[in-house]
């Protein structure tokens, strides 16, 4: 998945935007041509910051960062609802709750507990790991 994804996804649930980002392993496949503005219109999920709050004006080598970036395994979380979405192999899993799998979720809450916080851990929906 790519940083600039972020700048488009919104919670499938309540459509809160923008969401969190927590990345635990990227790679870095290519260089990208990086274009004279940058191509996130709304949010910059590299920096994790709205793009009226950034000087666009110097963001041309985080941008050459980004482009040649890619999150291969991450937790999306949408603040209004404390949903949470693995990215796994590249791809975020972001489906409504009733076509969601839970064992393989809850796996990867086990698998990743070390760098997720408490709030997705202890009260994340649909799944956590006290529930």
Not at 33 to 43: A, F, G, H, I, T
Not at 64 to 79: D, F, M, N, T, W
Not at 92 to 108: A, G, Q, T, V, Y
Request: net charge neutral; charged share 35%.
């Amino acid at each position: 998945m790519k940083y600039r994804l972020l700048d488009v996804l919104a919670c499938p649930i309540d459509k809160h935007f923008p969401l969190e980002l927590m990345v635990f392993k990227e790679s870095t496949p290519h260089e990208e041509k990086v274009p004279d503005k940058p191509p996130c219109e709304k949010y910059c999920g590299f920096l994790g910051r709205r793009l009226e709050e950034l000087d666009l004006t110097k963001l041309k080598e985080s941008c050459a960062k980004c482009l040649s970036k890619e999150i291969v395994e991450g937790v999306l979380r949408c603040p209004k609802c404390n949903r949470w979405f693995p990215i796994i192999d590249g791809i975020p899993h972001m489906l409504p709750d009733h076509l969601r799998n839970s064992k393989e979720e809850i796996s990867f809450l086990r698998e990743h507990q070390d760098k997720l916080p408490d709030i997705i851990k202890l009260e994340g929906k649909p799944f956590n790991l006290v529930s």
